[in-house]
């Protein structure tokens, strides 16, 4: 992100960022003066995230596990930006949809973004200070996709969560936004979509003609937090390369 966009003397949480996207928010947001609190269930990734980037502190937590949550985030606070983009994809045909999965996926992608943003958000108008989130959804919440009935449903609910939230939070001075990305080319990404045929079949309804690269996403989620879309909230913004017109 350019170096213009300062988030010095901010606190900021960010959660799944042991990996991809997660990670690289991280790492953007504190090198661009953030204080970052990174949230992650994988301890390893989150050892290995602080070698990287020595400044950042680190939470290691199960986002399912509220009280836990609860205890760690609010002891961590307070914080005046949040990053949720911890989400399981527990892909499965929808006549094989097991409770599990179905329980995992709703815990996750829609009950720890509800959670999480409410311990934050009450800090922040405990505190009297404006904040901003970010919600990392998915072009997934917008079209149909084969085995991701869970999925899909989850990231719409989250989607419509995030434009309750920027209704109810807007009074307190905070904007709540979400980014939903076509594929993206984490480490996994390019493992899951390194079948050219699979890869083919999905690019050819890409106007642009191409996957997301992690930059991408995170240059959004930056301008998104930044007083630069001070006039923001509500809003989804699509990261998709024209999906979504095609």
């Keep these: 992100m350019e ?24 790492v953007a947001l504190s090198g661009a003066g953030a204080r970052v609190t990174a949230l992650s269930r994988t301890a390893a990734d989150l050892e290995s995230l602080a070698r990287e980037c020595p400044g950042i502190e680190t939470l290691c937590l199960d986002l399912a596990d509220w009280e836990a949550v609860e205890a760690a985030v609010g002891a961590a606070g307070p914080f005046e930006l949040l990053v949720n983009n911890a989400a399981v994809a527990e892909l499965q045909p929808f006549l094989e949809v097991t409770r599990s999965a179905l329980q995992r996926s709703l815990d996750v992608n829609f009950g720890a973004v509800l959670h999480v943003s409410q311990i934050v958000a009450r800090q922040m108008i405990a505190q009297g200070v404006p904040g901003a989130i970010v919600n990392v959804s998915s072009q997934a919440s917008k079209r149909a996709l084969r ?43 390019r493992i899951n979509w390194s079948d050219p045929q699979k890869s083919a079949a999905m690019i050819d309804r890409i106007p642009l003609g191409k996957f997301a690269e992690v930059d991408d996403v995170v240059n959004s989620i930056l301008f998104l937090l930044s007083d630069k879309s001070a006039m923001t909230t509500g809003s989804s913004l699509m990261i998709d390369g024209g999906f979504l017109v095609s």
Excluded at 3 to 26: D, E, M, N, P, Q
Excluded at 154 to 162: E, F, G, I, Q, R
Aim: aromatic share 2%.
């Design 3 to 26: 170096a213009h966009l300062s988030f010095r003397g901010r606190r900021a949480l960010v959660t799944g960022a042991g990996k991809g996207i997660g990670r690289a928010v991280a």
């Design 147 to 189: 085995d991701h009935a869970v999925y899909c449903s989850t990231k719409s609910a989250l989607d419509m969560l995030s434009k309750v939230m920027a209704m109810e939070l807007g009074p307190h001075k905070i904007r709540v936004n979400t980014v939903n990305p076509t594929v993206v080319m984490t480490d996994m990404g």
